[in-house]
Each structure stands twice: as C-alpha cells, then as structure tokens.
Nanobody
Framework: VQLQASGGGLAQAGGSLRLSCEVS????????MGWFRQAPGKEREFVAA????????DLPDPVKGRFTISRDNAKNMVLLQMNSLKPEDTAVYFC????????????WGQGTLVTVSS
C-alpha cells in the first residue's frame, strides 16, 4: 500500500482546509485508513480513522465535530475535512493504513504541513 498526502497549507483560525491521501497498491478493502499529526516538540497524535469497507469512522474528542474523515472509492482517496481550525491544529499531518485485524499502522505516507495562524 502506497500513500500520498497532500492539501496542507496556511489557514487562519476559524478557517478550513481539506487534506487528501491518495491510496494505491494492493487491494485495501480490508484496511483501516488513518490520519495522524505531529506538532513540533510533541508526540504523534491520532486524528481520525475510517474503515475502507464500511465507512465506519473514529475521531478523538479534540477534533470531533470539527474534522470529518471520508473516502472516495472511485478515486481511491481518503479525505480529511478540517473546519473551525485552531492554532493548536498546527502540525505535520500523515496518512496511514493498517489491516483491520491489527492495531499497528504499518503503512505511512509522507507528511503535509498544516499551519493555523491566530
């Protein structure tokens, strides 16, 4: 599985950005796709996940209600819509993939930088 993230950039607080992750390689219908972020000096943080097969999603409280994760089966892409952005959302965002039966994300794309100004 190969992952290619894009869509990062600069946004003002309260604004929106949409990240895309292009997925290629073997059949990934049994995979869970995730987004993580890492801010300078901080540990990597889970942001969102979606089951490719049934679309079930999981988002932690810090982003719930502001971020939405979805998939586009036709384009083999995973999208992260980020609304009501806050300066604390500033980080490098990574897309990742794991098989459903594993808790470990084995596949990672390169990061895309999101900067939110106050």
């Amino acid at each position: 599985v190969q992952l290619q993230a894009s869509g990062g950039g600069l946004a003002q607080a309260g604004g929106s950005l949409r990240l895309s992750c292009e997925v290629s390689g073997r059949s990934f219908s049994s995979y869970v796709m995730g987004w993580f972020r890492q801010a300078p000096g901080k540990e990597r943080e889970f942001v969102a996940a979606i089951s490719w097969s049934d679309g079930a999603t999981d988002l932690p409280d810090p982003v719930k209600g502001r971020f939405t994760i979805s998939r586009d089966n036709a384009k083999n892409m995973v999208l992260l819509q980020m609304n009501s952005l806050k300066p604390e959302d500033t980080a490098v965002y990574f897309c990742a993939a794991r098989v459903k039966r594993s808790l470990r994300y084995a596949y990672w794309g390169q990061g895309t930088l999101v900067t939110v100004s106050s």
